[in-house]
């Protein structure tokens, strides 16, 4: 599976927009990017994923560059419930998840 | 909607001693995947089910097996139980569609895992 980079922390205000970056240089054609979110010893939690296109859901939108090699998780109005860590995992389908160590990100009221 | 359903979620046991943890899958998917989390750590991947059988196997000791039955529910069991046991045992689910020669997603639901403590 592909390498992952992301900064290990990052602070966001409370009603703004949190942009988590994920660089992702190696990635292989059918290798997806996957988005994981872990709130303190809960199990980890699926946000988005995306092959090629940028996606958005109900919870974030997911915006992967034109070659592939980085993408940005957006949570468009962060509140405090989305203080948590988070992981960007690039893999093919139907593998395991590998997890680095993600990026933690505090909401500050 | 149904989550994926871990039991029990809490369990101590002694150093020696041996542990079953169960995992129901969300109903309709067809693989099961099993991950610990140390204390402080990430999680890490153990092993994977597949219309039960094994599919894939990552760093599980040889004390820890599993497997996955005909209603797609899944046991980790772990004899000889050792201190560094103590940690989250976290599983997983999807619904795969295997279409050769394709590249397809799976997007993996996890369970609220079980904390182990071994004294």
Redesign the interface.
């Known amino acids: 599976d592909a390498k992952t980079t992301q900064p290990p922390s990052m602070d966001c205000a409370e009603g703004r927009a949190a942009n988590l970056p994920c660089n992702h240089s190696t990635i292989s054609g059918n290798e997806y990017v996957y988005w994981y979110r872990q709130i303190h010893s809960q199990g980890p939690q699926y946000i988005i994923h995306g092959l090629k296109n940028n996606e958005t859901n109900e919870m974030a939108s997911l915006i992967i560059t034109e070659d592939r090699k980085s993408s940005t998780l957006i949570l468009p109005h962060a509140t405090l419930r989305d203080t948590a860590v988070y992981y960007c995992i690039v893999k093919p389908g139907n593998e395991k998840l590998t997890f680095g160590t993600g990026t933690r990100l505090t909401i500050i009221p | 909607a149904a989550g994926?359903i871990q039991s029990p979620r809490h369990l101590i046991k002694e150093k020696r001693e041996t542990a079953t943890l169960k995992c129901y899958p969300i109903p309709r998917h067809d693989?099961v995947?099993w991950?610990q989390q140390g204390p402080g750590q990430?999680?890490?991947?153990l092993i994977?089910f597949?219309e039960k059988m094994q599919s894939?196997k990552?760093s599980i000791p040889d004390r820890f097996s599993a497997q996955q039955f005909s209603d797609y529910h899944s046991e980790l069991n772990m004899s000889s139980l050792e201190l560094g046991d103590s940690a989250?045992y976290?599983c997983?689910s999807?619904q795969?569609s295997?279409l050769a020669g394709k590249?397809?997603?799976?997007?993996?639901?996890?369970?609220?895992?079980t904390?182990l403590t071994v004294l």
């Open positions: 994926v693989t995947y991950y990430d999680p890490q991947f994977s597949y894939d990552g989250l976290f997983a999807s795969n295997r590249a397809s997603a799976d997007t993996q639901y996890f369970g609220p895992g904390r």
